[in-house]
C-alpha cells in the first residue's frame, strides 16, 4: 500500500495549563509501562531504553495527563492507529485534526535493532529535514504481513536498501510497515491489548475533510505509569 505518512502537528499548546502537575522523572519511572485504558479496552506499552529521549519525553507528558481524553485521531486499516493532539479533546464531530501538540520537537533516534513490527509505538513528523518528531503524536504500528516480492519491492523503491534477514522474516509472519523503518522512531512496543488495536484498527472512519478520522470517536481515557511485569 502507498500511503503519504507526512503528518502535521505544529499549532502549540501551551504547557501552563499542566503546570500544576510535576512531570519530573524518578529513576523508577524508567522502569515502568504505561497503561493506556481507552474505550475500546487496555493497552500496555513498554518504552524503549535505546530512544531514551523519546522514553523520558512521552513519560513526562503521561505523568501530567496530557494523554488523559485524547482521540485516536487517525486511522489507517492495515497501517496503524494514531493519537497524540490535544486539540481532539474537544473536538466535535467531522472537525479535522492532527495540527495539535507541545511547541517543540524532538530530534530523531534511528536505531537498526528497532523496525516497524506489528505492535510498536512510534512518534510522528511533519516533512522537516532532520526527521525530528512530534512533542505528542505517536502512533501504534498494525500493517499487515508482507510476502517475499512485497518486501523486495519496499526495498527497491522506498527503502533504497537491504532490510536485514531477521527484519523480513518478521514482517513475513508478524507483519508490520517495513516502508516506515529509518524515516521515522520508534521507541517502544505493546506488551498487552493486542487484540484491541486489532479492535481499533478495523472501526470506520470518514472519507470527507476529517480523512481517516473514526466515525465514532475512539478514546483515551487515561494513561498513567503501572508497575512492569514480565512479558
Known sequence: MKRSFTLIF?????????????????????????????????MVVRLSDSTPL???????????????????????????????????KTAGPGIPLGNGG?????????RPSLLHKKGVIAAARDNNPEKASSGSQFYIVHGKIWSEAGLDSIETRRLKRKLPAEH??????VGGTPQLDQNYTVFGELVRGMEVLDSIEVVPTSKAADLDRPLTDVRIIRAKLVKRKRK
Open 102 to 110: 507541545p511547541a517543540y520537537r524532538v530530534p530523531a533516534e534511528f
Open 168 to 173: 523480513r522474516e518478521i514482517y513475513k509472519t
Open 54 to 88: 523519546h522514553r523520558d519525553n512521552f513519560l513526562k507528558l503521561v505523568k501530567v495527563g496530557y494523554y488523559d481524553s485524547v482521540l485516536f485521531h487517525r486511522i489507517i486499516k492495515d497501517f496503524m492507529i494514531q493519537g497524540g493532539d490535544p486539540i481532539s
Open 10 to 42: 505544529l499549532v502549540a499548546i501551551p504547557m501552563a495549563m499542566l503546570a500544576q502537575k510535576d512531570s519530573t522523572l524518578k529513576k523508577k519511572d524508567r522502569k515502568r509501562d504505561i497503561l493506556i485504558q481507552t474505550t475500546m479496552g487496555d
